[in-house]
């Protein structure tokens, strides 16, 4: 009975033996590879505010507006003096990377008297590709003056924003 337990134990490791040759016959392998693309970090500048100069309301409401380039537009019943400029962002980052901008789409402006307006922004470009010496963009907007708006300065902040595509 010994026997027939040591043929049987002896058995048993030839099949184990043979399924491990087997498996190994039919394995597969492959070699991958981990990439990464580091990109520098984006920096974004204001070079120039909006400006929509001096204005002297009426008696109608009309419309001051500022292209992206800078030119005004100054609406019916209004007098508009002074220098006007569009808003102008600086963007620093990777060069030949492309970057997304935008931000707000209208900002209110509130008087040092009282009073309100709101102007509509637009935006030179939706996305911009990065030179070696960065890039920018520009907002300009249009300013809904009041019939008889009250006097003051006037002023109100918005957000931009730029991102990697």
């Given at each position: ?17 043979l ?129 008889n ?10 957000n ?6």
């Open positions: 009975m010994r026997n027939f337990g040591m043929k049987r134990a002896l058995l048993g490791a030839a099949i184990a033996a399924a491990m040759n087997a498996s190994a016959a039919h394995a597969a392998s492959a070699t991958g590879t981990a990439t990464a693309k580091i990109l520098r970090q984006i920096t974004l500048t204001k070079t120039s505010d909006l400006q929509y100069a001096t204005i002297i309301s009426g008696a109608t409401a009309s419309t001051v507006a500022v292209s992206t380039a800078g030119a005004a537009t100054c609406g019916a019943g209004l007098t508009c003096t002074g220098t006007t400029t569009a808003g102008n962002f600086d963007v620093q980052g990777t060069s030949g990377a492309v970057v997304l901008v935008g931000g707000a789409s209208s900002v209110t402006l509130n008087g040092s008297l009282g009073g309100t307006m709101t102007s509509t922004l637009t935006y030179s470009s939706a996305n911009i590709t990065l030179g070696a010496t960065g890039g920018s963009f520009q907002v300009g907007g249009t300013l809904s003056v009041g019939a708006q009250t006097a003051g300065d006037y002023s109100g902040t918005f931009v924003t730029a991102n990697y595509q």
